[in-house]
């Protein structure tokens, strides 16, 4: 069985980064597609490491480095956040995902104390919404129109768990949440 450790990002995991960040296969279904320079990448992990409402974890697998994945756009008033999730190809079709998730959903709910986790995920990506669903996210709606990609616009479906579905899913017990 694999190990899967979920490590805070730091300014040296450019390099990792670096290497999926242009990958349209690993791309394709981003909101916004380009090449991004490791100057631009780099700008922009230096804005999310010292932003309060988000939360950056990089992926190890057996100690190898496999993906990044963050809480973004924290609502604490609210206590909710945005799920993004990436896996190198090399990492996917391995069951994977699921365990990943399930990790940072006990640093959402365990750690953070948020109330919701949610994401929002192309219409068509079948396979990303059926990970999601056997991870215990529900679906809220459907986004219509919402990303213009390529000239062509996108439906994006709304995906969320809640803390006690997710107490619920995972069997964990409910810890008192902070004020």
């Known amino acids: 069985m694999a190990k899967i450790c979920l490590r805070p990002i730091v300014l040296a995991d450019i390099d990792n980064i ?18 991004i320079s490791q100057t631009q990448e780099t700008t922009y992990l230096i804005k ?3 932003s309060p409402n ?18 973004n756009q924290i609502y604490w ?17 391995r069951r994977l995902a699921q365990k ?9 709910f365990d750690e953070i104390s948020l109330n919701k986790v949610w994401l929002i995920v192309r219409e068509a990506n079948e396979k990303a919404r059926h ?4 991870a ?9 129109e919402e990303y213009c990609v390529e000239g062509r616009f996108v439906n994006m479906v709304r ?6 579905d997710y107490r619920r899913w995972y069997g964990s017990t409910r810890k008192e949440r902070k004020q």
């Not at 999926?20 to 090449?35: K, Q, R, S, Y």
């Open 77 to 93: 008033p609210a206590g909710n956040a945005r799920l993004f999730l990436v896996l190198k190809k090399e990492f996917q079709g």
């Open 100 to 108: 990943v998730i399930a990790k940072i959903l006990q640093r959402a």
């Open 131 to 134: 990970v999601y669903r056997r």
């Open 136 to 144: 215990g996210f529900e679906t809220e709606g459907v986004l219509r």
């Open 48 to 50: 999310m490491l010292q």
């Open 54 to 71: 988000d939360r950056l974890f990089s992926i190890f697998v057996d100690g190898e480095y496999a993906g990044q994945c963050s809480l």
């Open 159 to 164: 995906m969320a768990i809640l803390e006690r």
């Open 18 to 35: 670096m290497t999926w960040v242009n990958d349209p296969e690993i791309t394709a279904h981003f909101a916004t597609l380009g090449n």
